[in-house]
Antibody
Framework: EVQLVESGGGLVQPGGSLRLSCAAS????????MNWVRQAPGKGLQWVSY????????YYADPVKGRFTISRDNAKNSLYLQMNSLRAEDTAVYYC??????????????????WGKGTTVTVSS | QSVLTQPPSASGTPGQRVTISCSGG????????VSWYQQLPRTAPKLLIY???QRPSGVPDRFSGSTSGTSASLAISGLQSEDEADYFC???????????FGTGTKVTVL
């Protein structure tokens, strides 16, 4: 069964750090791109970060740029999100998701076909 | 803050057809493929439509997607009670260099 399981969430004070992990199973992790998406309480979905397979390029949403770092360890079938300088507005459920992407001359097709159940991050004093 | 705009709510009775719109711009829907996600209450999102109008295995053909210019639509025909959920459109944005989601639409089955 294809599965993604997030861990590492919790309560942290403003300015603190957390490292989220996402354990993949049931598919060849090293062959797929991955990303993180978050959802603040009662709000919509917000894409956070993406790690590209072809050249290991990383992309970040503006609100987390310079504070969050996405990485992966193919030997451990794991994706990570290092979150520093956390703010109250980072409070959310964080989902890892498998990415399918394809570039043509004129368009970029990007979507997430497998999602984890999420891990909750609460930033509060 | 979302760059893709959806109506906050939509509703219908069982068996009816419901359509959800998603309005974007030239840097996202106008340039790149659209996907749709369904989020049932208290669960993770699930891929519903990809590449504008393709359904993953297991998604009923009651769900269909379409695009036109800088807008996209999701149609649910033969509405069922289990379709009560939040629906989000999404696309890559060339200007923002990131993936953008719509504001989300809550579908209620009356």
């Amino acid at each position: 069964e294809v599965q993604l399981v997030e861990s590492g969430g919790g309560l942290v004070q403003p300015g603190g750090s957390l490292r989220l992990s996402c354990a993949a199973s049931g598919f060849t992790f090293s062959s797929y791109e991955m990303n993180w998406v978050r959802q603040a309480p009662g709000k919509g979905l917000q894409w956070v970060s993406y790690i590209r397979l072809s050249d290991n390029s990383v992309y970040y949403a503006d609100p987390v740029k310079g504070r969050f770092t996405i990485s992966r360890d193919n030997a451990k079938n794991s994706l990570y999100l290092q979150m520093n300088s956390l703010r109250a507005e980072d409070t959310a459920v964080y989902y890892c998701a498998r990415v399918r992407s394809m570039s043509t001359e004129s368009s970029f097709n990007y979507y997430m076909d497998v999602w984890g159940k999420g891990t909750t991050v609460t930033v509060s004093s | 803050q979302s760059v893709l705009t959806q109506p906050p709510s939509a509703s219908g009775t069982p068996g009816q057809r419901v359509t959800i719109s998603c309005s974007g711009g030239s840097s996202n829907i106008g340039s790149n493929s659209v996907s749709w996600y369904q989020q049932l209450p208290r669960t993770a999102p699930k891929l519903l439509i990809y590449t504008d109008n393709q359904r993953p295995s297991g998604v009923p053909d009651r769900f269909s997607g379409s695009t036109s210019g800088t807008s996209a639509s999701l149609a649910i025909s033969g509405l069922q009670s289990e379709d009560e959920a939040d629906y989000f459109c999404a696309a890559w944005d060339d200007r923002l260099h990131g993936y953008v989601f719509g504001t989300g639409t809550k579908v209620t089955v009356l």
